[in-house]
């Protein structure tokens, strides 16, 4: 089954550093995700990103946060400066609405420590 | 964004059926009743989704009340690995781009 891969799994580093969290999306799905859960917390959205171009983003997602999907086939999440609050597991996930799966597909996600 | 209401939590034991409660009186008709589980230290994980009748796949049944403010996930035959968090989430019919908004879900744990 297809998967949605996401690197590193695990990314340590120093708050004020600009840090680039990875995310393969499914080959032919259209619209793409990032979302975070802090430790013992809900998942919650950040952003979607359809047609080359954000969709929408919660308030999360303010100037520090941007994607890209520089080539076709990655979708990037970069924090410009972390805070020591943006620790936290962050998903990446895809989706295609065609007859019979109406579901979005997650990656296992990265975990990131600011220190 | 429409709400859900689920348990914090439920148990039950292994190889025998759970049924995972939720209740959304705010539901509208364009709605679709979704559900999400997610393992210890995964991402979260597409379960099952319906809009009025009852559905099956090879995971789960969900079964939807007739006036639609309610609905049940069942796993007929719960194993060790359906010890998840399990989301019950509404999103509409008219889908593109939008976003789950996942709530607390209910913490299910499978004793052996």
């Known amino acids: 089954e297809p998967e949605v891969t996401q690197t590193p799994s695990h990314q340590v580093t120093q708050m004020g550093q600009e840090v680039i969290l990875r995310c393969v999306p499914i080959s032919n799905h259209l619209y793409f995700y990032w979302y975070r859960q802090i430790l013992g917390q809900k998942v919650e959205f950040l952003v979607s990103f359809y047609n080359n171009e954000i969709s929408e983003k919660s308030e999360i997602f303010d100037d520090q946060f941007s994607v890209e999907r520089p080539d076709g086939s990655n979708f990037t999440l970069k924090i410009r400066s972390t805070k020591l609050e943006d620790s936290a597991m962050y998903f990446c996930?895809?989706?295609?609405?065609?007859?019979?799966?109406?579901?979005?597909?997650f990656g296992s996600g990265t975990r990131l420590t600011v220190v | 964004d429409a709400k859900t209401t689920q348990p914090n939590s439920m148990e039950s034991n292994e190889e025998e059926p759970v049924h995972l409660p939720c209740n959304h009186s705010t539901i509208s008709g364009t709605d679709y009743i979704h559900w999400y589980r997610q393992l210890p230290s995964q991402g979260p994980e597409y379960v099952i989704h319906?809009?009025?009748s009852n559905v099956n796949n090879r995971m789960a049944s969900l079964a939807i009340a007739e006036d639609r403010k309610s609905s049940t996930l069942i796993l007929h035959r719960a194993t060790l690995r359906d010890a998840a968090v399990y989301y019950c989430?509404?999103?509409?019919?008219?889908?593109?781009?939008?976003?789950?908004?996942f709530g607390q879900g209910t913490r299910l744990t499978i004793n052996p």
């Open positions: 989430i509404l999103r509409g019919i008219y889908q593109g781009a939008q976003k789950l908004v």
């Open positions: 996930a895809s989706w295609r609405p065609t007859r019979g799966s109406y579901g979005y597909t």
């Open positions: 319906g809009l009025t």
